[in-house]
């Protein structure tokens, strides 16, 4: 084979592994966002408090929130409710390492309020994506 059919062969073959690295990275991101958090979908909120943070992601109708921690890994009292519009809210409260939730709702296109707590500091969003 010539110099010519050599130097087309490996770039071919280069081309075809970025492509195929990129496409891995493409989809495999996503599931590892989702993976930290729990909740599907686009994050849209995040409410940040001196022990931790909520992170509110919506997806269609429905939203859902996680409530982590600074320093994860320590068990201690954390909580995270959503609540929609006119509705009850939905609530996970106990003593976690990582996380608290994912908790969700369907709130279609009613206004949500969003709060979360980490020991003693917590953050409340007042009613939001409405």
Do not use: N
Not at 10 to 17: D, I, K
Not at 113 to 125: F, H, L, N, P, Q
């Amino acid at each position: 084979m010539d110099r010519a059919g050599v130097t087309t062969r490996r770039r071919l073959a280069l081309g075809t592994a970025v492509l195929s690295a990129a496409a891995l990275l493409a989809v495999g991101l996503p599931q590892e966002a989702r993976a930290a958090t729990g909740c599907p979908g686009r994050k849209v909120r995040t409410l940040h408090f001196a022990t931790g943070s909520v992170l509110v992601h919506r997806r269609g109708g429905q939203v859902c929130a996680v409530t982590v921690p600074k320093k994860p890994g320590t068990k201690r009292q954390m909580s995270v409710s959503v609540q929609a519009r006119g509705g009850r809210a939905v609530v996970d409260s106990g003593r976690f390492a990582y996380r608290a939730g994912p908790v969700t709702v369907h709130a279609g296109k009613r206004c949500v309020r969003v709060t979360g707590k980490v020991s003693r500091s917590s953050a409340g969003s007042g009613w939001i994506l409405c």
